[in-house]
C-alpha cells in the first residue's frame, strides 16, 4: 500500500507529513505519497488510533517519557548506570521486543520463524 492509501485508511495521522519531516532530516528527497509500505496487520493501525484516542494524553506522555529514559539510562550519571544496573539484573533484556509483544504477535513470530512470512 503507498502513503496516500495509508492516509485514506487512516486519515488522523498525517502520515505523509510525518514522513516528509522525517526524511528530511536525513536530507532525502523522496515522493513519499508513492512509497510502498507493509503493514503486517491491517487492523491494527486503525486499531491503534481508536486506542491513542480514548486514552488521556497524561498516560501517553508517560509512557513515551518513560521508554525515552528507559533507551538512555545507560549513558548517564554514575548514580543512574547503578540503578540501570540494578534494573538490568532484574529484567535481563528490557529492549528483548518479545517482553513486550501482544500473545497474537508473539504466536505469529514463533509461525514465521518456523514457517516464514506468517
Not at 24 to 38: A, C, F, P, Q
Request: net charge negative; glycine share 4%; aromatic share 14%.
Amino acid at each position: 500500500m503507498t502513503v496516500s492509501q495509508l492516509e485514506q485508511m487512516v486519515p488522523e495521522i498525517a502520515w505523509g507529513r510525518m514522513l516528509r519531516y522525517t526524511l528530511e532530516e536525513y536530507e532525502l528527497d523522496l515522493d513519499v505519497d508513492s512509497l510502498i509500505i507493509t503493514l503486517h496487520c491491517n487492523a491494527y493501525v486503525p486499531d491503534l488510533v481508536k486506542l491513542l484516542s480514548s486514552t488521556p494524553k497524561r498516560v501517553i506522555v508517560n509512557y513515551l517519557m518513560w521508554r525515552f529514559v528507559l533507551r538512555y539510562m545507560p549513558y548517564i550519571s554514575n548514580y543512574f548506570q547503578q540503578l540501570w544496573q540494578q534494573f538490568r539484573s532484574e529484567v535481563p533484556d528490557p529492549f528483548e521486543e518479545r517482553t513486550y509483544l501482544s500473545r497474537w504477535k508473539e504466536c505469529a513470530g514463533v509461525v514465521n520463524e518456523g514457517f516464514g512470512a506468517a
